[in-house]
């Protein structure tokens, strides 16, 4: 097990960390970010460039102009204008320009299709690999590519070996904690097992009991999913699992299968009374700051939700990140999901330049680093947020070739249970708050025969 550090033992307070996939919820994510004004952002991290020009206020006539698209509109006029000005200080006569893009699928849809879409951009999901040489630049082989980078992100945009985008960084999926809880609680060390993380949550509740140990999100609507990363990832330990695994599997659903132990830890925390009172449409910022503030012990979350974790009130060093409580032969993993991918729009005049500052980007900004994430660079150094992931075994998720995706959509889709999406965990915690619910054996029995059934093509019919 790993021990905490003994000035959190102390006086409670130690540093702090997942998850990303997803690459899931970007759009959800970001109108957040906007509509909570996030505009002070996080400070800009030291970069490798000391030369810091202040840029000039008019351009000249002959300037080359090279356009950014982003998501991150909260990041615009604070840490870009940054990144814009050191980009800029290292060539003569270029201006960067950063356009903020709101609603980036929705929005991108239409772009592509004029060809109006910046020199760098980052790939939309709905963009699939077979299309990615009609939009995109090569930016270089995977074996070339991975003289710097990770080869397992080098696969998320990459077709016959050609790479067409660069993932910006990638989110790690774990557990957030008040590290003040944590500690008043008498625990030394972090769970390993489901038994340990219940054990826990029950030491929080009798320790404090204004505190509530565990939040669902069950209100929220947009966090259940995120319990499918532990899935794929810490219980799993194999990046094939979800697209060559469990499609073969009769029975997927079994005590000691993957989906058992990660659903069977959720099912307990709720009968175990160790979660929120349930209420419909929960605002996510409240709760943010509640467990700022100590009153919500953890929550399974991605690492890109610490920064707002750490700046919902006044105590960002109590909030800290750990892994999911599981271990495979004495090793820990957890599940890694890139965020979007960096690419260069196919009719860009200023190609060479837009690479320039996708390298620069991801070598020299610091930008992965600050936003508390997981570089796709060989052997970077983790940031601080995921301190406690040191010994931990990164699967990169999603592997598998378009046609094995395909096959996971297809049992999910017939069997109704679609795993990666929250109706059928809302129902399985519904089960487990009243006092005479479905037992969790039974449900998971009903999941393995609907699972069965897909198998052999027959949709399951909620009306039967």
Same mark, same amino acid.
């Given at each position: 097990?790993?021990?905490?550090?003994? *000035?959190?033992?102390?006086?409670?307070?130690?540093?702090?960390?997942?998850?990303?996939?997803?690459?899931?919820?970007?759009?959800?994510?970001?109108?957040?970010?906007?509509?909570?004004?996030k505009?002070?952002?996080?400070?800009?991290?030291?970069?490798?460039?000391?030369?810091?020009?202040?840029?000039?206020?008019?351009?000249?006539?002959?300037?080359?102009?090279?356009t950014?698209?982003?998501?991150?509109?909260?990041?615009?006029?604070?840490?870009?204008?940054?990144?814009?000005?050191?980009?800029?200080?290292?060539y003569?006569?270029?201006?960067?320009?950063?356009?903020?893009?709101?609603?980036?699928?929705?929005?991108?849809?239409?772009?592509?299709?004029?060809?109006?879409?910046?020199?760098?951009?980052?790939?939309?999901?709905?963009?699939?690999?077979?299309?990615?040489?009609?939009?995109?630049?090569?930016?270089?082989?995977?074996?070339?590519?991975?003289?710097?980078?990770?080869?397992?992100?080098?696969?998320?945009?990459?077709?016959?070996?050609?790479?067409?985008?660069?993932?910006?960084?990638?989110?790690?999926?774990?557990?957030?904690?008040?590290?003040?809880?944590?500690?008043?609680?008498?625990?030394?060390?972090?769970?390993?097992?489901?038994?340990?993380?219940?054990?826990?949550?029950?030491?929080?509740?009798?320790?404090?009991?204004?505190?509530?140990?565990?939040?669902?999100?069950?209100?929220?609507?947009?966090w259940?999913?995120?319990?499918?990363?532990?899935?794929?990832?810490?219980?799993?330990?194999?990046?094939?699992?979800?697209?060559?695994?469990?499609?073969?599997?009769?029975?997927?659903?079994l005590e000691?299968?993957?989906?058992?132990?990660?659903?069977?830890?959720?099912?307990?925390?709720?009968?175990?009374?160790?979660?929120?009172?349930?209420t419909?449409?929960?605002?996510?910022?409240?709760?943010?700051?509640?467990?700022?503030?100590?009153?919500?012990?953890?929550?399974?979350?991605?690492?890109?939700?610490?920064?707002?974790?750490?700046?919902?009130?006044?105590?960002?060093?109590?909030?800290?990140?750990?892994?999911?409580?599981?271990?495979?032969?004495?090793?820990?993993?957890a599940?890694?999901?890139?965020?979007?991918?960096?690419?260069?729009? *196919?009719?860009?005049?200023?190609?060479?330049?837009?690479?320039?500052?996708?390298?620069?980007?991801?070598?020299?900004?610091?930008?992965?680093?600050?936003?508390?994430?997981?570089?796709?660079?060989?052997?970077?150094?983790?940031?601080?947020?995921?301190?406690?992931?040191?010994?931990?075994?990164?699967?990169?998720?999603?592997?598998g070739?378009?046609?094995?995706?395909?096959?996971?959509?297809?049992?999910?889709?017939?069997?109704?249970?679609?795993?990666?999406?929250?109706?059928?965990?809302? @129902?399985?915690?519904?089960?487990?708050?009243?006092e005479?619910?479905?037992?969790?054996?039974?449900?998971?029995?009903?999941?393995?025969?609907?699972?069965?059934?897909?198998?052999?093509?027959? @949709?399951?019919?909620?009306?039967?």
């Amino acid at each position: 097990m790993n021990l905490i550090s003994k *000035k959190m033992i102390a006086v409670l307070l130690a540093g702090t960390m997942l998850i990303g996939l997803v690459a899931c919820g970007k759009d959800n994510k970001n109108a957040n970010l906007d509509k909570e004004n996030k505009e002070q952002g996080k400070e800009v991290e030291q970069v490798e460039e000391t030369t810091t020009e202040e840029a000039t206020t008019e351009m000249s006539e002959d300037a080359i102009v090279i356009t950014i698209l982003t998501d991150k509109t909260h990041l615009v006029d604070t840490k870009f204008e940054e990144y814009k000005k050191i980009f800029e200080s290292n060539y003569e006569n270029v201006v960067v320009e950063i356009e903020a893009v709101k609603n980036y699928e929705q929005t991108m849809r239409q772009r592509l299709r004029t060809g109006d879409y910046g020199d760098v951009l980052l790939i939309p999901e709905f963009v699939t690999n077979y299309q990615l040489s009609g939009y995109f630049e090569p930016l270089g082989t995977v074996e070339e590519l991975s003289e710097t980078y990770d080869e397992r992100f080098l696969q998320v945009h990459a077709v016959d070996g050609v790479v067409y985008g660069l993932p910006r960084y990638a989110n790690v999926y774990g557990v957030a904690y008040n590290e003040v809880v944590f500690a008043n609680s008498g625990e030394l060390a972090f769970p390993t097992n489901s038994g340990e993380f219940l054990s826990m949550l029950k030491k929080m509740q009798n320790s404090q009991p204004g505190v509530i140990p565990y939040y669902t999100g069950y209100g929220n609507g947009e966090w259940l999913w995120q319990w499918q990363m532990q899935v794929w990832g810490a219980v799993a330990a194999d990046a094939t699992y979800r697209n060559q695994g469990i499609v073969t599997e009769q029975e997927p659903f079994l005590e000691g299968k993957p989906n058992y132990t990660v659903h069977k830890l959720l099912y307990d925390i709720v009968k175990n009374r160790l979660c929120e009172p349930f209420t419909e449409g929960e605002n996510w910022r409240p709760i943010y700051r509640q467990m700022n503030e100590g009153k919500i012990g953890c929550m399974l979350l991605s690492s890109d939700y610490i920064y707002e974790l750490q700046t919902a009130g006044t105590n960002p060093d109590d909030i800290s990140f750990m892994p999911f409580p599981y271990v495979v032969d004495d090793v820990q993993y957890a599940a890694v999901e890139t965020d979007y991918s960096y690419a260069i729009n *196919k009719n860009s005049a200023n190609k060479e330049l837009a690479k320039e500052w996708i390298t620069y980007m991801l070598n020299k900004s610091g930008f992965s680093k600050s936003e508390g994430a997981l570089s796709i660079k060989k052997k970077a150094a983790l940031p601080t947020t995921l301190k406690n992931f040191e010994n931990v075994e990164w699967i990169v998720n999603p592997l598998g070739k378009p046609q094995e995706a395909k096959e996971y959509q297809k049992l999910n889709g017939l069997s109704g249970l679609r795993l990666d999406e929250d109706k059928e965990k809302n @129902r399985l915690i519904e089960e487990a708050a009243k006092e005479d619910g479905i037992p969790f054996d039974d449900i998971m029995k009903e999941w393995n025969e609907r699972w069965k059934n897909a198998l052999q093509g027959i @949709r399951y019919d909620q009306e039967l």
